[in-house]
């Protein structure tokens, strides 16, 4: 991780000003905070000293179950906010964050804002617009599993999780978050191959058609 300091944070903070959502002066406070692909925001079981708001970039959300079983449980993008349920709640336990690329996050400091965040109602109403529409995301992609085929519901993964037009998850993290088998996951990759959508490279895949790919995701999106 790299702080940003100086004249190039001041630049983030006047590209992406949130001053609107806080009636205190939180930019006094803000650091920013630079992520490489791949890095950990938080690490699993550990507080963050932060409240984040992502500018750039997006990252994944991973829990460990007590079998010891790793599984991806949601995504994270721009306009999101990580730690906020550490912020609500203090024996709340931590899930691991983990970016999908190159990631720049407005880092609040807790010590200093906790309880001026906590007693400020344009953030509090903010944060519950938020925590509600997570909810309802996360009730969407239930629903989806069950009423929309692998096609659409792959697309849609793939938009979320490629770094530019690189795609290089792990099957056996695709199929547990999609609740499929691997031989159907591979099928479907080979067949997207096969159309155009997809051009496999290594142990990677390139996108090649991006609209149609987003067209197929729309689908259980808006469905």
């Known amino acids: 991780m790299k702080k940003v300091q100086k004249k190039e944070r001041q630049k983030y903070l006047e590209k992406h000003s949130i001053s609107e959502l806080f009636s205190f002066p939180v930019e ?4 920013v905070h630079e992520y490489r692909r791949d890095e950990w925001i ?4 550990m507080r963050p000293d932060y409240l984040y708001y992502v500018i750039e970039g997006k990252a994944k959300i991973y829990m460990t179950y007590q079998n010891g079983k790793v599984s991806l449980i949601n995504f994270i993008n721009a306009h999101d906010y990580i730690g ?5 709640n203090e024996v709340y336990y931590t899930k691991g964050i983990q970016t999908s690329t190159k990631t720049v996050c407005f880092a609040i400091p807790l010590h200093h804002c906790r309880n001026q965040m906590l007693g400020d109602i344009i953030f509090l109403r903010e944060l519950t617009k938020f925590l509600s529409m997570k909810a309802t995301q996360m009730a969407a992609k239930y ?7 692998l096609e659409n519901r792959l697309a849609d993964f793939i938009l979320q999780t490629a770094d530019g037009d690189i795609y ?3 099957h056996v993290t695709v199929c547990d978050f999609l609740g499929v088998s691997y031989r159907h996951l591979l099928h479907v990759l080979a067949n997207f191959c096969e159309k155009g959508y997809l ?3 290594g142990r990677q895949y390139w996108i090649e058609d991006r609209e149609r790919l987003q067209e197929l995701a729309g689908v259980s999106r808006n469905g």
């Open 168 to 170: 290089r998850e792990k």
């Open 143 to 149: 629903s989806q599993s069950l009423a929309f085929p």
């Open 84 to 88: 906020e349920m550490e912020l609500l």
């Open 199 to 201: 051009h496999k490279s």
């Open 28 to 31: 006094e406070y803000i650091e």
């Open 42 to 45: 938080i690490r699993e079981g």
